[in-house]
């Protein structure tokens, strides 16, 4: 089986790592021209492959933008020769696990062309039976991530890290804020459960938003990973790196003090057990960064959410 995804992996109608830009985009619409490929070398048959993409924009960010730029050092951090493919896991990504990088998708900061595009590109990996793995870009994104997630699948479970609850229902008279993306994702419908974790600047608003929804919201304060929940499927995970403290993460716009460890978002991806049909790393603001450490520490989350999709395998409706 690993040979046979190997082999998918090579094959070179699959966009090559590194590739950036629009050139990715037609290649990938290239390759769904072909489906018989993949099913013929037994792909269908196995653990889903990865598709790694950028989502370059922040124009739905409310105070100071930068995201926009957090793919490409996201990106560059994970191909850089100063680490390694290796998951904590086991698995080396891109070696054990078909993993591939499609660049970034063309945005145009007219947000519903770029929700309508997003959408596009996820239900065509999820038709071709992969699984997206997107990089923000500031956390507005999501919402057209997960919407497009359960169109394909039915509502999922969605396990979200951030230091904000983003259930504004407007931020400054923006309903696509990227302060907002989890009440359009509840008003849609498209939670089964939405289980917060890290979150430590609840509001009033943000509070009745909550109890609105019902959504899980773990407190920070004296947290452990006890506190989270194993999840059923289809799950989906949404990390936003201004969840884990800003003494490990200070790369982004709204670095709020006393958030988690690495080591406690770890854990708690790595006691889910249910299929994942998606998953994104949102809000690194490079400009913001101290040494590239969040840069690299996007790059780490990217290779275990990789190795923790691979493990946990398809989601059968
Ligand atoms: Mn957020
Ligand atoms: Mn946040």
Known sequence: MLRDRKRLQDDASRPA?????????????ESRLAPCEAAANGYK???????????????NSSFERGAAAGPAAIRAALFSDRGNMASELGPEIGTDIAFTDDGDLPLTENTSHDDAAIRRHVVMLHEDGEVPLALGGDHAVSFPLVEAAATCFGPVN??????????????AGNPRSHASPFARICEGGHAKRLVQVGIRTLNRHCREQAARFGVEVIPMAEFTPDDVPVLDGPLYISIDLDGIDPSAAPGVAHPEPGGLTVREVLA???KQTAPIVGADIVEHHPGRDIGGVTAILGAKLARE?????????????
């Open 305 to 317: 959410l990789a190795a923790l999709i691979d493990r946990n395998g398809s989601y059968k409706n």
């Open 158 to 171: 969605i396990l979200h890290f951030d230091a904000h609850p983003d259930l504004y229902d407007d931020f």
């Open 268 to 270: 708690a991806l790595h």
């Open 17 to 29: 790592p590194g590739d950036m830009g629009l050139g990715a985009g037609l290649r990938l619409w």
């Open 45 to 59: 048959q196995a653990m889903p492959a990865i598709r790694l993409f950028g989502l370059p924009t922040d124009i």
